[in-house]
């Protein structure tokens, strides 16, 4: 017990040092490269918690598959939203 | 192929179960925020320069302070987990009452936080209004408040989840190995509502 514990910590220091470098990166002016490396970072941190927290690791690969779908359609929501919108410009009228 | 195993038990397939149930639950809880998310995107697209401006007012220390403390708390809910795993009651219960203590915190800087946009006159219908607001950064606001406090909702409903195990862990009512999986199973929800916050942070006090 003490060593998954061991490692749950060390999980969680990643992800506290994940977050220090997203919130440094907010002071950068990076453009349009922000929104993107701080979902990256997000997604990430999301990722650690669910293989970790969520023993996702230890899980068959049925529950891995309802875990990752749950993902799949809200990106792929998000995704044909973001192109809808984003080319409503280029292509006027 | 021959497998040799041994058949699942009826209590491996009960915790398996469980462990799916909750894990549709919440895919369907994915989609809740989602659709709030997908708001806070379409509204950076067509707004980027309003909503930076708004995110700015948010206090983006008080909200990385609840994103460590959140995830402090889903440590504590992952090794109470563990505990109850190897059947130390004690340490299970113990771990839970820490992450409802840290959830108590969370809820409490959020409390915080949402008196000070009300001081900056941020509230729609509440207060002053704030001078200098662009309706697309009203916009911002609004969303970001229906967000946070959604997620609230769901803090509240995770933190009595957890409390009620974690007495019931201390007082012997809850009994392990045999319902380890309402231990798992409660932790999962507890990830998840950390898992939201992780990206409602970024998307919400970052955007600047």
Known sequence: MTREIGRLVLVWLVLVALLAVAVGLSFVPLGALSPALNMGIAVVKAALVAWYFMHLRHESGLIRLAALGAMLW???LLLLMATDYVARDAFPG | MTDTREPPSDVDYARATARMGMYLFLATE?????GLFAALMVARILHGDETALAS?????????????????????VACAVEAAKACRRRWAAGGLAAA????????AIKAVEYYEEYAQGLIPGLG???????????????????????????????LAMLSGL??????DRVRLPRQFATVEIAG??????????VFLFPALYLAR
């Open chain 1, 74 to 76: 809200i990106f792929l």
């Open chain 2, 166 to 171: 974690a007495l019931g862990l201390a007082f």
């Open chain 2, 100 to 107: 409802v203590g840290l959830g108590l915190v969370f809820l």
């Open chain 2, 128 to 158: 002053d209004r704030a001078p200098d607001l662009q309706p697309a950064e009203v916009l911002y606001i609004n969303l970001y408040l229906v967000a946070t406090g959604l997620h609230a909702v769901h803090m509240l409903v995770g």
């Open chain 2, 30 to 34: 994915v989609m809740l925020f989602g």
């Open chain 2, 56 to 76: 700015q007012r948010f206090n983006l220390w008080l909200g990385a302070a609840n994103t460590v403390i959140l995830l402090t708390s889903s440590l504590a």
């Open chain 2, 188 to 197: 999962l929800y507890w990830h998840l509502v950390d898992i939201v916050w």
